[in-house]
C-alpha cells in the first residue's frame, strides 16, 4: 500500500484544510506566506497569510513542514533523478533553518501553484533547478527560522535577540533553556511573517558551497528507494502492451484471442491507440500474453517523410534536410558577411549532422492509474512536470484536473526522458485500462516497447561557410541549420532555438556573422535530449572552428583565445583547463610507444560555461579517449561534489553520443530494440576525467547538462589532430580511421 503524500497535494488544491491536516497527520506544520507588502494588507492576523494565493516560491506551508518530532520534510518543486537535487535544497534550506541537511527528508512536491519557480513554469529540466530556486529556499528557510525564534521568546518571556538556534533547537543560554522546534511549531505558525527577514553571511556557510554527502544515497544502496516501476497499490492488475511496429499505425484485427484470455493469470484482452494490451494478475504472464496475440496492423504510408512511412530512413531524413532550398529565418545577423567574403584570402564550408538518439535511460516507463470512489484519480508515474501532466491525465481520465492526484517518484535516470511527449508516454494507456476494468493498474513498458515508443532526439543538420583573413583569423561565419528541434515541437517557439542553441550567441569575437534556421519538421516523435541542440550544435561550430583553424594556419588553442580576448572568465577557462591537463599540446606525440593527439572545445550551455580538452589514440582502428580534463564555470555552487559528479557524467554521455549511440531508421522502423543492438559507453571505454571548478561569481549557471556539450568537439578535434580524418558527423563508429 503506498503511503501517498497527500498532505501537501490537498492542501495545494484545497481538498484539506492545515488545521484537519495537523490533526490527521499528528504533525505540526509550519507554515506561513513570505511576506510582502500587498499581502500584509490583507493578511490579518494568525493564519491570513497563509491562506492567501501568494506568487509561487513565496509560502512556506507549502514547502516545510515540521513535526512533532522534529522531524523536518521540505517538499520539492524539482524531481530527484540521480542529479543529487534532494541534497541540494536540504543543503540550502537546511542553512537558513538550521537544521542539518542529513536530518531533512527531501521528497517532490505535488501539483500546486505554490511551486512554479521556474520563470512562471515548474520542470525538472533545462539545467534550471538549483539556480532558478537558491534564492527563493534561501529566504524560505530563514522565513521560518525567524518565526520559531520568535516564537520561543513569547514562550520562554525573554527577548528574541537574546535567543540562538541550533541544529532544529532554539536556544537560551543565559538560562540554558532550550525548546525544540517541533514543540514550537504551532505556535510560530500564528505569527505573522517579517518582511526584514535576515539571510545568513555567506562567509558563515556551514552547507552551502561544501561538499555535503547525498542524502539519498543510503536508500539507494539497500535497495529501499523506490521509482514509479517498484510501486503497488491494492487490488491492482498489471498490464503489458505491444505496439504497433510503424508509428502512429493502428491495430486491424486480433486473431487468437480466445486463446490468450484462456491463458494464466489472464484478465482481459484491449485494443490501445496505436497498440493492444493485456491485463492480468502479474506483468510476466501479462506481457507473455499481450506477446502471444496475433495482430493485423494498417499499413504505413507507402513513402516520404510526412509520415513514418514504408520507406522512412534516417538516410533519406537527412538526405531532406541536406537538400532542402527553402529560405530560411534569421536567427543571428551581425556585420556584413557578404563583404567579408569578397574580401577573405581564403573561405571554406562543411557540413555536419548527428543522428537520433535515444535516451536509453535504465528505468523503463511505467504508470499506475487508479479511479477512487470519490472520483478522483490518483496516477503515479515518472515525470519532469507534475502540473502538466495533471492536466494531460485528467483529459485522459475525463475529469476535472483539481480531481488528478499526481504522484512524482524518483527518478531512475531521465536526461528528458519524462516530459510529455504524447505516445511517447504509458499513462494514458494506464488511465484507459484502469477505466476499462474498474481496477487500478500498474503499466509497463517493456525495454523493447520503450525502445520503439522513445521519443527521440531530432536527426540534425547544420552547413556552415567561413571568410578568414590573411592572418588566419575569420572574419564571417554563415550557417544554415536545418530540422526541427522540440521547444518548436511542443511550445510554437519560432524560431526554434533549440535547434539552434551552440550555433547562436557563441562568445568568440567574429566580427560578421549570419546565422538561418529551416524548419523543417520530423515524422517522428522527438524530444529533449541532455543539453538539447547544444548537445550536437556545438559540435558542429567546435568542430569547425578547428577547420578555420587548420585552414589559417593556427592553432586551435590560441586561435580561442585571440577571440575570446574581449572576455577575462572565458580566457580563466581556457587556462585553466591547460594548466589541470599539464599544459596545451595538440600532438600528435607519443606515450608509452603510442602516438595520441589533444582536442579542444568549449561551450556556453544554460548560464555556465565550459572548455574541455580530450586526449585519444587509436586502438584497432577505433578511438580510445584515455583523459578527458573539464574546466567548469557555473558562477557559484551549492554542492561541489555532486557538481563534479554531474559533470563526469555528462562526460560519460558525451563519450557515448560521440563514440557509439546513434538510432537508426530503416524500411520505416527503428533498427534497434534493446540494449544488444543499441550502443552506449562500455565501462571499458570511460576514460579518466577531471573536473576544476572556477567560481566566477557571475550569476549563477546550470550543471546537470552543461559538462556535456564540449566532449564531442574535443574528441573529434583530437582524432583530426591524430589521423588527420575529420569527422562532420558522430558516432565516430561510422567513420573510417587511420593515420595514427
Known amino acids: 500500500m503506498i503511503l501517498a503524500p497527500a498532505s501537501a497535494l490537498e492542501l495545494a488544491t484545497g481538498g484539506l484544510s492545515r488545521r484537519a491536516f495537523i490533526l490527521r497527520s499528528g504533525a505540526f506544520v509550519l507554515g506561513a506566506a513570505l511576506p510582502t507588502r500587498v499581502l500584509a494588507d490583507v493578511a490579518g492576523a494568525g493564519e491570513g497569510a497563509a491562506a492567501i494565493a501568494p506568487a509561487p516560491g513565496t509560502r512556506v506551508a507549502a514547502f516545510i513542514e515540521i513535526g512533532a518530532d522534529n522531524s523536518v520534510r521540505f517538499l520539492s518543486p524539482f524531481v ?3 542529479q543529487g537535487i534532494a541534497t541540494g535544497m536540504a543543503q540550502t534550506v537546511g542553512e537558513e533553518l538550521d537544521v542539518d ?9 505535488p501539483p500546486g501553484p505554490d511551486y512554479m519557480v521556474v520563470n512562471g513554469m515548474r520542470l525538472t529540466g533545462g539545467s534550471f533547478s538549483t539556480r532558478s530556486s537558491f534564492p527563493i529556499v ?3 528557510g530563514a522565513t521560518a527560522r525567524d518565526m520559531l525564534v520568535r516564537a520561543a521568546a513569547a514562550r520562554l518571556e525573554v527577548d528574541a535577540g537574546s535567543l540562538t538556534t541550533h541544529d532544529g533547537t532554539v536556544v537560551h543560554a543565559p538560562s540554558g533553556r532550550t525548546l525544540s522546534y517541533g514543540v514550537l511549531a504551532e505556535e510560530a505558525l500564528a505569527l505573522t511573517p517579517r518582511e526584514d527577514v535576515a539571510l545568513r553571511d555567506p562567509a558563515t556557510f556551514r552547507w552551502i558551497g561544501k561538499p555535503v554527502g547525498r542524502i539519498d544515497v543510503a536508500d539507494k544502496s539497500r535497495g529501499l528507494a523506490k521509482y514509479t516501476i517498484d510501486l503497488a497499490v491494492d487490488g491492482m492488475l498489471f498490464a503489458a502492451v505491444v505496439h504497433a511496429p510503424h508509428y502512429r499505425t493502428e491495430p486491424k484485427s486480433l486473431a487468437k484471442e480466445a486463446d490468450v484470455k484462456a491463458m494464466p493469470g489472464v484478465h482481459s484482452v484491449h485494443t490501445l491507440p496505436g497498440a493492444v494490451a493485456v491485463t492480468a ?3 510476466w504472464r501479462a506481457r507473455k500474453a499481450v506477446e502471444a496475440l496475433d495482430v493485423t496492423w494498417t499499413a504505413p504510408e507507402p513513402t516520404g517523410i510526412a509520415t513514418v512511412a514504408a520507406d522512412f530512413s534516417s538516410d533519406g531524413m537527412l538526405a531532406a534536410l541536406r537538400g532542402s532550398t527553402e529560405e530560411g529565418v534569421s536567427v543571428e545577423a551581425e556585420g556584413d558577411t557578404d563583404a567579408a567574403f569578397a574580401a577573405a584570402a581564403t573561405t571554406i564550408e562543411a557540413e555536419y549532422h548527428a543522428p537520433y538518439l535515444n535516451h536509453a535511460q535504465l528505468e523503463p516507463p511505467s504508470a499506475i492509474a487508479r479511479f477512487n470512489e470519490d472520483g478522483t484519480l490518483e496516477v503515479w508515474l515518472p515525470n519532469q512536470m507534475p502540473e502538466a501532466f495533471q492536466k494531460l491525465c485528467a483529459d485522459a481520465g475525463g475529469v476535472e484536473p483539481d480531481k488528478v492526484r499526481i504522484h512524482s517518484p524518483i527518478l531512475g535516470g531521465f536526461f528528458g526522458r519524462h516530459f510529455t511527449y504524447g505516445t511517447g508516454n504509458p499513462f494514458p494507456q494506464a488511465i484507459a485500462l484502469a477505466k476499462a476494468t474498474g481496477r487500478p493498474v500498474k503499466l509497463v513498458w517493456s525495454r523493447e516497447e520503450e525502445f520503439r515508443m522513445d521519443a527521440m532526439r531530432p536527426l540534425s543538420f547544420t552547413r556552415l561557410k567561413a571568410a578568414i583573413g590573411a592572418d588566419g583569423m575569420p572574419t564571417a561565419i554563415t550557417t544554415r541549420t536545418v530540422g526541427e528541434g522540440p521547444l518548436g515541437r511542443y511550445f510554437g517557439l519560432t524560431p526554434d532555438s533549440s535547434a539552434v542553441e551552440g550555433i547562436t550567441e557563441k562568445s568568440y569575437a567574429v566580427p560578421n556573422r549570419s546565422m538561418e534556421y529551416v524548419k523543417l519538421p520530423h515524422p517522428v516523435n522527438i524530444a529533449f535530449w541532455r543539453s538539447v541542440g547544444h548537445s550536437m550544435n556545438d559540435f558542429f561550430y567546435e568542430g569547425f572552428l578547428d577547420e578555420i583553424a587548420e585552414a589559417g594556419g593556427r592553432d586551435p588553442f590560441e586561435l580561442r583565445k585571440a577571440l575570446l580576448a574581449h572576455s577575462p572568465r572565458h580566457l580563466t577557462l581556457l587556462d585553466e583547463v591547460a594548466n589541470i591537463s599539464g599544459g596545451w599540446k595538440r600532438g600528435p ?3 608509452d610507444g603510442n602516438r595520441r593527439a589533444r582536442g579542444l572545445a ?16 587509436l586502438e584497432d582502428g577505433s578511438v580510445k579517449v584515455h583523459h578527458v580534463w573539464v574546466a567548469f564555470d557555473p558562477g557559484s555552487v551549492v554542492n561541489p561534489a555532486i557538481v563534479k559528479a554531474q559533470v563526469e557524467s555528462a562526460v560519460a554521455l558525451g563519450l557515448s553520443e560521440t563514440l557509439v549511440e546513434q538510432a537508426v531508421y530503416e524500411n520505416g522502423l527503428r533498427r534497434d530494440a534493446n540494449y544488444d543492438t543499441y ?4 565501462r571499458e571505454m570511460m576514460p579518466q576525467v577531471t573536473v576544476s571548478i572556477v567560481e566566477s561569481g557571475a550569476p549563477m549557471g546550470g550543471v546537470g547538462e552543461p559538462g556535456l556539450p564540449g566532449v564531442p568537439g574535443a574528441v573529434v578535434n583530437a582524432v583530426a589532430a591524430l589521423t588527420g580524418v575529420r569527422a562532420r558527423s558522430l558516432p565516430l563508429a561510422n567513420t573510417q580511421l587511420s593515420g595514427a
Open 101 to 109: 541537511p542529513a536530518r531533512i527528508a527531501v521528497e517532490c512536491a
Open 679 to 682: 550502443q552506449v559507453l562500455r
Open 80 to 82: 530527484e533523478g540521480g
Open 281 to 283: 494478475d502479474s506483468w
Open 589 to 591: 606525440y607519443e606515450v
Open 602 to 617: 568549449m561551450a556556453s550551455p544554460f548560464g555556465s560555461e565550459t572548455a574541455t580538452i580530450a586526449e585519444v589514440s
Open 138 to 140: 534561501r529566504r524560505l
